[in-house]
């Protein structure tokens, strides 16, 4: 008796563990489209049954215990597996999961991280400002790419990759920081950024990115694109034609005349005639200002002209 006690503690406890590990390695669409083709595929098995044992067929009476239940078993797991596979183009699966779940949706809010802007970095501290609301959404093939740029042989890639892991953790030990790792994936997609793409669709989630030509595919379908360089470019400060500023010529310009030199938050200043105080700081006034994807432009002339 307490041998027997103890074995169905044991296998009580090996299924909550199972039942544990599910409910949070699974979408729930994935799961209901699991449990829907599950009683679908039984419902056909049975039916398929009552049809075999219409003929009265002496192979089907005498071997009634093993075709019956294989046919249940066939039948459940074929047509569940068809549900599992074919979940994103079964449309009723939609209407009843955005039903079930239209409050918690209205209150959680996706946004999903991209390669490129986990290695940036900056996501890290606009978490910590506060103004990024929900959860934030790692993918796992997310994951494998930073690995692998982590374990590149080339030394730059390398240690962007391992800025790249840097973030996350620190995300991750940060309490006020919502994270959340994504096991689904989609085999038969093999690019990236068509992945995520594909993710925001079913999470109906925004896509954090600073990468251009991310920024472009999602939003040809349809999806939410924040883009932290377009933030960035948002929060410097605007300058005016007949500003005076001052700024180090660091290096030579596209023009033979001209130097660069930049501001504190990184935005480039082209100086007419700058050429000859190279490597000195002078006194400027903006004479045109010009905004392009890449960020902002700041043409100026020597105060002394």
Not at 219 to 243: C, R, T
Not at 280 to 296: F, H, I, K, P, Y
Request: glycine fraction near 8%; charged fraction near 25%.
């Amino acid at each position: 008796m307490i041998i027997s006690g103890g074995i169905a503690a044991i296998v009580a406890f090996g299924i909550v563990i199972m039942i544990e590990y599910v409910s949070h390695s699974f979408q729930p669409r994935l799961l209901f489209a699991a449990l829907t083709g599950l009683l679908t595929g039984l419902i056909m098995g049975h039916m398929l049954v009552k049809g075999v044992e219409s003929f009265q067929l002496q192979f089907v009476i005498q071997y009634a215990g093993i075709i019956k239940p294989l046919l249940y078993h066939l039948c459940g797991f074929a047509v569940m597996m068809f549900f599992i596979i074919n979940n994103e183009e079964i449309t009723f699966l939609d209407k009843i999961i955005s039903e079930r779940g239209k409050e918690s949706d209205m209150q959680i809010a996706y946004k999903i991280l991209d390669t490129s802007v986990i290695i940036d970095g900056r996501i890290a501290d606009i978490c910590d400002t506060g103004f990024l609301e929900g959860i934030l959404v790692i993918p796992t093939f997310v994951l494998n790419e930073l690995q692998m740029i982590a374990d590149s042989a080339d030394s730059i890639k390398r240690n962007r990759g391992r800025r790249g892991l840097d973030i996350l953790n620190k995300m991750q030990k940060d309490q006020s920081i919502m994270v959340k790792i994504s096991d689904m994936d989609f085999k038969e997609i093999p690019e990236v950024d068509s992945k995520l793409v594909k993710l925001a669709k079913v999470m109906k989630a925004k896509v954090i990115t600073n990468d251009f030509n991310l920024n472009k595919v999602a939003e040809f379908h349809g999806v939410d694109v924040l883009n932290i360089n377009q933030l960035s470019n948002a929060l410097k400060p605007i300058v005016l034609p007949g500003e005076d500023m001052r700024v180090l010529l660091i290096k030579e310009g596209k023009d033979s005349n001209q130097a660069i030199g930049y501001l504190d938050d990184g935005t480039m200043v082209v100086v007419e005639n700058g050429r000859r105080r190279m490597n000195d700081e002078v006194d400027v006034t903006v004479t045109s200002v010009l905004q392009t994807t890449a960020g902002r432009m700041i043409f100026t002339r020597l105060r002394e002209d």
